[in-house]
């Protein structure tokens, strides 16, 4: 293969001092950048990266469909993804095979639950990719918490809010560290299943972490009814120590 590279570089948690050096020196040489977003909004990958671009460098801003109107289980959801993400693909092979090199802004780790993951399996083995790795959010929040997240031999395991409660129940049961993303909408459900395992009374609730609106606090003396949907709930591990 020949022609420009795709980067897919990851940022870290939110705080631009967290990115990694070889991610700064592409930011700063790029010439087209590329970013997932909400329709109307600057998006949260472009907002850690501002000041850090050549002035001169074409933007790409990738609006995700509006899709909250149509439930995850619809085959319409799935359908609209796609179509969006093919766009996408289009788009940024059409300057790789160009000659010209795009930066694609990831919130996190680019293969760690990133939109990211959905270009790189149609763009893989088509045109050069480059995929730069990055502190992870979850990373992000147990260091906020100061506590470390497992010890000796503790299983880890990382769990979507957007599972179905009794799922949620059995995988909790099943661990000894645990990390829930993607509260939003499911805070209340999320809540139940950590209630229903015992866990609810070691949990910690971050908001935004690693930003400047970071904040955390133990579960049980939270007091609303909904999280942001990047929120992380934590329950550290109690395993083997010296």
Same mark, same amino acid.
């Given at each position: ?11 870290? &948690? ?9 991610? %700064?020196?592409? /930011? ?7 970013? *997932? ?7 949260? $990958? ?6 850090? !671009? ?5 933007? *790409?801003?990738?609006?995700? &469909?509006?899709?909250?109107?149509? @439930? ?9 993804? #796609? ?21 694609? !802004? ?11 993951? +959905?270009?790189? #399996?149609? /763009?893989?083995?088509?045109? @050069? ?14 260091? $906020? ?20 409660? %009794?799922? !949620?129940?059995? +995988?909790?049961?099943?661990?000894? $560290? ?15 299943? !950590? ?5 609810? %009374? ?5 908001? +935004?972490? $690693? ?7 133990? /579960? ?9 949907? *990047? #929120?992380?709930?934590?329950? +550290?591990?109690?395993?083997?120590? @010296?």
């Amino acid at each position: 293969m020949s022609g420009g590279t795709i980067y897919g570089v990851g940022l870290g &948690p939110g705080d631009p001092d967290l990115m990694s050096v070889r991610a %700064d020196r592409l /930011l700063r040489s790029a010439r087209h950048v590329a970013y *997932f977003r909400k329709a109307g909004h600057v998006g949260r $990958a472009r907002a850690t990266v501002d000041g850090l !671009l050549p002035e001169n460098a074409v933007e *790409f801003p990738m609006e995700y &469909p509006v899709t909250t109107e149509i @439930p995850l289980s619809d085959p319409r959801y799935n359908q609209m993804l #796609s179509e969006f993400y093919a766009g996408c693909t289009e788009h940024l092979r059409a300057l790789a095979r160009a000659g010209e090199d795009v930066v694609v !802004l990831c919130e996190g780790d680019p293969f760690f639950y990133g939109s990211f993951m +959905h270009l790189y #399996s149609r /763009l893989h083995g088509k045109v @050069p990719v480059n995929v730069v790795p990055a502190v992870t959010g979850m990373s992000g929040a147990w260091t $906020a918490t100061g506590t470390p997240i497992t010890w000796g031999d503790d299983v880890l395991t990382v769990l979507m809010g957007t599972l179905p409660e %009794d799922a !949620l129940v059995r +995988h909790m049961t099943d661990t000894d $560290a645990l990390v829930v993303m993607k509260i939003g909408r499911n805070f209340d459900k999320v809540c139940r299943a !950590l209630t229903r395992t015992g866990l609810a %009374d070691r949990a910690w609730l971050v908001e +935004h972490a $690693a930003m400047p609106n970071q904040s955390v606090t133990p /579960l049980r003396d939270v007091t609303s009814v909904a999280a942001p949907y *990047f #929120s992380i709930i934590l329950v +550290h591990g109690q395993g083997r120590r @010296p």
